[in-house]
Each structure stands twice: as structure tokens, then as C-alpha cells.
């Protein structure tokens, strides 16, 4: 039981402290956005979006915890999985650059962003995150996490990618492009 709490605790340290340092880049991404004319769209479902992603990590170290959950047998090929996550969420910021955030921002008249990932999938940030959801508590054993988060994310995605697409048409080559 050690190393599952070793590796438990690296896995969840290591990903609370990643979307902390997102959060510091994407202020700094929001001021530079604004500062060209940009502007938010649905900022009414973003704290429940936030919401979402905090109880996940609450969810997530209390079942791991309280429930006494234990690495399963295939945890390294999940391991692996989330890995190739981390590879492909750098891969989505990094296309982004300045335009990569939590938030929903847009800036009129600018270019849709279709390098990178981009240039395969329309939201491969949303993709990225939907299998995060899935991967992190499967690899530590946490089902109920992993099923009560993805249904959570699938019903935020809901609203959030019409939302997002709605505001890019509008205000960007959206359409022309995709």
C-alpha cells in the first residue's frame, strides 16, 4: 500500500500544481486577449465549470483515502495514457500560445488557431480533459470519480462548446475555417 500512496500522491500533487501554473498563464493569456479588444463569453457556466474541477480533486482524494482504494493491477498502462495526456495538453497550449485559456475568450477579427492539434480535432483541449477525467481516478482506483466526473464534464461540455463556437463564428473566421 506505500507505493500506491506514493504514486497517489505524486500523480494528484503533480496535476493540482499543473492546473495551478494554467491558471497563472491563463491570467496572464486573459489580460493580453482583453488588452487587443477581446472579450469573455459564458461567464455564467464557467464557476460551475471550476466548481466541477475542484470537487473532481476533492472526489478523487477522499475515495482514494476514506475508501481505501488500491492501485489496479493495469495501473501502468494508464500511467502511460496520462503520460501521452501531458504530451498532448502541452502540445494543445503551446498551438494556442496567447490564445490558450480557461476562460472563454475572443477576439474579434482574429485567425482560428488550426496548427497543431488543431489542425486534426476542433477542441482538442476538451478531449485532453474529458480523458484526464477518465484516466487519473481509473489509474488510482477511484470508479465512482472517474464515472460521476464524466458525466459532470460531458453535461459542462455541453453548454461550454456551443457556447465557444457560437462566439467564434460570430467574431473570428470560425466558419470559414471549419
Known sequence: MALDMMIFICVVSFVIIQRIVE????RTNEKWIRSQGGYEVGA????????MHVGFFISLIIEFLVFDRSLP?????LFV???MLQMMRIWVISSLGRYWNT???V????HVVKKGPFHFIRHPNYVVVTLEIIVIPLMLGAYFTALLFTILNFIILSVRIPVEEAALREVTDYK???
Do not use: D, Q
Not at 493491477?73 to 498502462?77: D, E, G, N, P, S
Open 23 to 26: 491558471l497563472f498563464v491563463a
Open 73 to 77: 493491477a493495469f495501473w501502468i498502462l
Open 103 to 105: 476562460k472563454i475568450l
Open 81 to 83: 495514457i496520462f503520460v
Open 44 to 51: 455564467k457556466h464557467y464557476p460551475f465549470m471550476v466548481a
Open 107 to 110: 477576439l474579434p477579427g482574429a
Open 176 to 178: 470559414e475555417v471549419f
